[in-house]
């Protein structure tokens, strides 16, 4: 298994440039995010999905859009970039563990270094 | 809402002693986990240790323990006979535990730790 995987690994964009960024998981998971890490504020989530074409807003979810037309796969967009959305962006799945009544159990892709110019 | 906040941003440690990091949350919920995620600098997020809020004991894994404190809302990684490896960052988490759990995670600013030899 592959586990999470990003595409691309690093990118550089000029403002107003758009891009999309590719989060794909070979483990079958229901639930998908897409985090951001910025220096002194940890990682916030940007959006989610319970599942196959479903979405919905994190705590940071200006400026992204996401779709989940695929259950393995989960695409965060920016469709006009600018500098504030230069970070390390990270997408992680998870299932929820049998017996557990709530524990989700979450794997981490290897994140993706944007920089805005 | 809930919030995490780790209030140490960078420590250091000597090769083979002890260090403890910090971590308060603040959450209205009963039922919820918390973690401690290691970041080397690979930027991969590994997950060190897990500890279920309904469980009074406190959760160890080898060299890593912590102390849980329910009522304080306070949760401490305490790191034992460290090693050169242990250098990374490291982000404590809150997940809510219920049957509905979409797994969402909620991060503390990370502390960068240093183990000098």
């Known amino acids: 298994n592959a586990g999470v995987t990003q595409t691309p690994k690093f990118r550089v964009l000029k403002t107003g440039q758009s891009m999309t960024l590719l989060c794909a998981q070979d483990?079958?998971?229901?639930?998908m995010y897409w985090y951001r890490q910025d220096p002194g504020m940890g990682l916030r989530l940007i959006h989610y999905?319970?599942?196959?074409?479903?979405?919905a807003k994190g705590e940071v979810p200006d400026g992204y859009n996401v779709s989940r037309l695929k259950k393995q796969n989960f695409l965060l967009g920016l469709e006009s970039a600018a500098p504030s959305q230069t970070s390390v962006y990270f997408c992680?799945?998870?299932?929820?563990?049998?017996?557990?009544?709530?524990?989700?159990?979450?794997?981490f892709g290897p994140g993706t270094r944007l920089t805005v110019l | 809402a809930q919030t995490v906040t780790q209030s140490q941003p960078e420590m250091s440690v000597q090769e083979a002693e002890t260090v403890t990091l910090s971590c308060t949350y603040d959450?209205?919920?009963?039922?919820?986990?918390l973690f401690w995620y290691k970041q080397p600098p690979s930027r991969q997020m590994i997950l060190v240790i897990r500890?279920?809020?309904?469980?009074?004991q406190n959760a160890t894994e080898n060299r890593f323990s912590v102390n849980f404190q329910k009522a304080a809302k306070s949760f401490s990684l305490k790191i034992s006979d460290s090693q050169l490896g242990d250098t990374a960052m490291y982000f404590c988490?809150?997940?809510?535990?219920?049957?509905?759990?979409?797994?969402?995670?909620?991060f503390g600013q990370g502390t960068t730790l240093q183990v000098k030899p």
């Open positions: 999905s319970v599942g196959e074409g479903t979405t």
């Open positions: 500890q279920e809020a309904y469980k009074q």
């Open positions: 483990m079958n998971h229901e639930y």
């Open positions: 992680a799945s998870s299932y929820m563990v049998p017996g557990t009544g709530g524990y989700n159990e979450q794997f």
């Open positions: 988490a809150f997940m809510k535990r219920h049957s509905g759990n979409t797994g969402k995670l909620i």
């Open positions: 959450t209205s919920e009963n039922n919820y986990y």
